[in-house]
């Protein structure tokens, strides 16, 4: 396409007006602060309503959940600020296909609800690691995958919902990155040290509604604005910047034009920016890690009253995945077609004057449709939308993160560590994960060509897949044992950081500049590269089971799906790491929820008003006798469902799978 520049455009647009002026407005700041009161008023009445005073009731909220909060806090989880602005961003440069990335979950929280969660449940673990531990036995491979988690945690999930959110206050505000960024941890600290996961869950209730009910207003006016969805698929295809010269030298047409395919979920195999057998095939195989095996997602469930609210939720959630691609990636095009030379830019000198990063734009195509199309009120809106996904993010993984480290990480550190020393533990090291992750957001703007998503996705590819390698095999191969997952694991951690350091040190490179990193290293696309590693962890695990001794089946009872109905007693592998001599102080102090119990502590009254606020109340009840104690814990670890609701379930599992069938089909 022949491309007339005109000397003013080509010299540079004049600078817009600042954007914070938009904002500064009775109706805007309004609802931002009624937003923020409705959240503390949730999150307050969740923590006076729920025990946070043991493990049970503050990371697993007492396992009292039923299904519709339960659904909504995967989503709000799953979908924070670095979905909107990620999903935009990749949607505006190349099109529909990274819908499909939302859409693998569907599958997989399906697999969740009724393979993963019933084992776990059985298993009674409250983090993934403490699963790892028992059914493999040894601290080392426990210890390896916590370590490993908090790592991705970092890198991922922290690190990009703060970028994220930055990104977006930078647009909508003026303000300072870091000091907004830092009144928002405050807040969302509050809530995770404080109230636990009902606080979460809770809050994430309120703020799936919120961000719903803004993205299908703003999805509105977009379409509106560019004229319909027949308008929409016609101008995009036309939405390329005016300055497409950079020192006299024109850039080549697939720098700047829309990619041919960018209607379509399936992308070419070879030549697409997303490929379909590496997103269909080797992304799911990561996705497993995030929904079946993390932390995050896997606790919400684990919370549930009822293994059939637990399914119900992973239902509720699966129906919501549907949605990021109309209400995140073709508002992010629609943002291309209204702004092509701030949201497309190819220019380094015109992409830094817009957005301060050289390598593109695409971050702020949401942002940037949210400041200058909706009307006063509703712009405050969808800020407290934006707001309210980066919150329910931050809390979901620092909830997540503090349990991994406490149970996790602390007790092997301090052994014979009290309960209210483990709570405090947890929440304290909150704060080294957020200055962390702070100081891990410059390597999130030069990667993948400045676009988000897809450096989460690749990054989630580099660590995910020897993770998800090892769960399953776990679960469906009982002959493997700790030799060989904790070999498959290094080899494969030690493979994918190799790709992963290679990236950093080479860049991924640009249109304009490609990237200088050994093809033998960087030549696959990262979803091909999920799949070659995703094998060579199994191989590499079963090849040293089989030349290992294998673990009887006494160790394994309900820890595996072959042995998953069994009612013999288990024995736990290397007793002496996990049975009386390191849990059995904690157990009588409300360990996986049992109640406390003893003397009466005597207290002052400022002592007295901090464990209330922090949930550290030390007042003890009577002590159970072994025969209630057994009780409550077969209660723990029951998954039995009443025949109604299981065949409702069941019914909706199909229904929603079938919805998947056909949007695969019409949008493909």
């Known amino acids: 396409m022949d491309v007339t520049v005109s000397p003013s455009v080509s010299a ?53 959940m039923v299904w519709w909060p339960i659904g909504a806090s995967l989503f709000a989880s799953n979908i924070g600020s670095v979905s909107f602005v990620g999903l935009a961003g990749t949607g505006a440069a190349s099109g529909i ?42 601290r080392r491979i ?67 509604v ?33 300055v497409i010269m950079d020192k006299n030298v024109t850039l080549k047409p697939e720098c700047y034009m829309p990619k041919a395919d960018s209607f379509h979920l399936f992308q070419d195999p070879i030549t697409g920016e997303l490929p379909w057998p590496g997103i269909l095939i080797g992304m799911n195989i990561v996705s497993i890690w995030y929904w079946c095996a993390d932390q995050v997602i896997v606790q919400r ?14 239902i509720l959630c699966a129906y919501l995945k549907l949605l990021p691609l109309f209400l995140m990636v073709m508002p992010g095009m629609i943002s291309r077609i209204l702004f092509p030379d701030e949201v497309a830019c190819v220019v380094p000198s015109e992409c830094e004057r817009h957005c301060g990063t050289s390598i593109g734009c695409t971050n702020i195509a949401y942002p940037k449709l949210v400041i200058e199309l909706m009307p006063n009120g509703l712009r405050g809106l969808m800020l407290s939308v934006m707001l309210a996904s980066l919150m329910s ?47 891990w957001i410059p ?3 030069g990667g993948q060509n400045g676009e988000l998503f897809q450096y989460i996705s690749s990054i989630s590819s580099y660590l995910g897949s020897p993770i998800a390698a090892v769960f399953l095999l776990a679960i469906f191969c009982k002959r493997v044992n700790e030799q060989g997952a904790f070999w498959g694991l290094m080899c494969g951690l030690v493979i994918g950081l190799i790709r992963m350091f ?32 995703f094998t060579l962890t199994v191989l590499v695990m079963l090849g040293v089971s089989l030349l290992t001794k294998p673990i009887p089946d006494i160790h394994l009872y309900r820890l595996c799906w072959a042995l998953r109905n069994s009612r013999e007693e288990r024995i736990d592998l290397n007793p002496q790491l996990y049975g009386q001599e390191e849990a059995g102080d904690q157990a009588e102090e409300g360990d996986i929820g049992l109640p406390p119990y003893g003397p009466e502590e005597s207290q002052g009254c400022f002592k007295r008003a901090w464990k209330a606020c922090c949930g550290l109340q030390t007042k003890k009840g009577p002590k159970l006798t072994e025969e209630e104690k057994a009780a409550l814990e077969r209660k723990l670890t029951d998954t039995s469902e009443k025949p109604l609701w299981r065949n409702v379930v069941n019914v909706n599992a199909i229904l929603v799978m079938a919805v998947g069938v056909f949007y695969y089909a019409y949008f493909a």
Request: net charge positive; with cysteine; glycine share 8%.
């Open 12 to 64: 540079g647009t004049p600078a817009p007006p600042p954007a914070s002026d938009r904002i500064k407005n009775a109706a805007d700041i309004s609802v931002i602060v009624i937003y923020f009161v409705m959240v503390i008023a949730v999150g307050l009445w969740a923590t006076l309503k729920t025990s946070r005073k043991t493990v049970g009731g503050f990371f697993l909220a007492g396992r009292d």
């Open 210 to 242: 919120i961000m719903l009910v803004g993205a299908f207003i703003l999805t509105g006016y977009a379409f509106a604005e560019v004229g319909g969805y027949e308008a929409f698929t016609e101008k995009y295809m036309k939405a390329i910047p005016s």
């Open 502 to 533: 290679a990236e950093f040190a080479y860049g991924t490179g640009t249109c304009m500049e490609p990237s200088h990193c050994p093809n033998i290293i960087c030549g696959l696309h990262y979803s091909y590269f999920a799949i070659v590693l």
């Open 301 to 314: 469930c684990l919370s549930g009253k009822n293994l059939s609210h637990v399914k119900a939720g992973c």
């Open 97 to 138: 296909a990274i819908a499909v990335l939302e859409t693998n979950g569907l599958l997989l929280l399906l697999v969740l609800g009724w393979i993963f969660v019933p084992i776990y449940i059985k298993a009674g673990v409250v983090t993934m690691p403490e699963y790892l531990m028992k059914r493999f036995g040894g």
């Open 393 to 439: 993010s931050l809390t979901s993984i620092f909830n997540s993160a503090s349990t991994l480290f406490s149970i996790d990480i602390y007790t092997k550190i301090r052994k014979q560590a009290s309960e209210t020393e483990l709570l405090l533990a947890g929440r304290l090291f909150i704060i080294v994960l957020i200055a962390l992750s702070i100081a």
């Open 443 to 445: 390597v999130i703007q």
């Open 142 to 208: 426990q210890i390896f995958f916590s370590a490993l988690s908090l790592f991705s945690c970092i890198i991922t999930k922290i690190s990009g919902s703060i970028f994220s959110g930055a990104v977006f206050i930078n647009v909508a505000l003026g303000l300072d990155i870091y000091a907004a960024i830092f009144v928002l941890l405050f807040i969302t600290g509050i809530f995770t040290t404080a109230g636990g996961l009902a606080s979460v869950i809770y809050t994430d209730a309120l703020q799936t």
